[in-house]
């Protein structure tokens, strides 16, 4: 995104911008399918705690949602939380953004679990982090819904 200012010249706007409204993004379809399991009489909500991040696991009948999944540390209290609630599989995993206190739990929770849908927000981030979240999706074969600001 590019943006002229007064003098006419132009200026890259920060991915920070682009990183938020991102966010802004996710938050709101995540709302919209908490949204549609609320009109479901059997929705469950479970906001882990895993430190510094964020982790929020829905479920309504059959269908589960993964809302991040905290950082390193917190990957395999993910897992082992989901498994004790006898998750077997995600239908929709969300990242927010590429943060590593918000995606690394999703790779442990990619390798362990059957996903359906994935969605990430529509900008790239160089780190090995990332790289092995897009090469665990890759392996899975599945396809990536980017949320676009």
Not at 78 to 85: D, E, F, I, P
Not at 91 to 119: P, T
Request: proline share 1%; glycine share 6%.
């Amino acid at each position: 995104m590019c943006k002229e200012n007064q003098s006419g010249q132009i200026n890259r706007i920060n991915n920070t911008f682009s990183a938020y409204w991102s966010r802004i993004f996710l938050a709101f379809c995540l709302c919209l399918l908490l949204a549609k399991c609320v009109c479901a009489d059997d929705l469950t909500v479970h906001f882990l705690d895993v430190g510094q991040g964020l982790c929020i696991y829905a479920e309504s009948g059959d269908e589960t949602l993964l809302y991040d999944g905290g950082g390193r540390d917190s990957s395999s209290f993910v897992v082992a939380c989901l498994k004790q609630q006898n998750v077997e599989k995600i239908d929709y995993l969300i990242c927010s953004h590429f943060d590593e206190d918000h995606m690394a739990g999703l790779i442990g929770c990619l390798h362990a679990f059957e996903v359906g849908s994935v969605i990430l927000p529509e900008y790239q981030k160089e780190s090995d982090l990332f790289i092995s979240l897009m090469s665990a999706i890759a392996e899975k074969q599945l396809a990536v819904h980017y949320a676009y600001a």
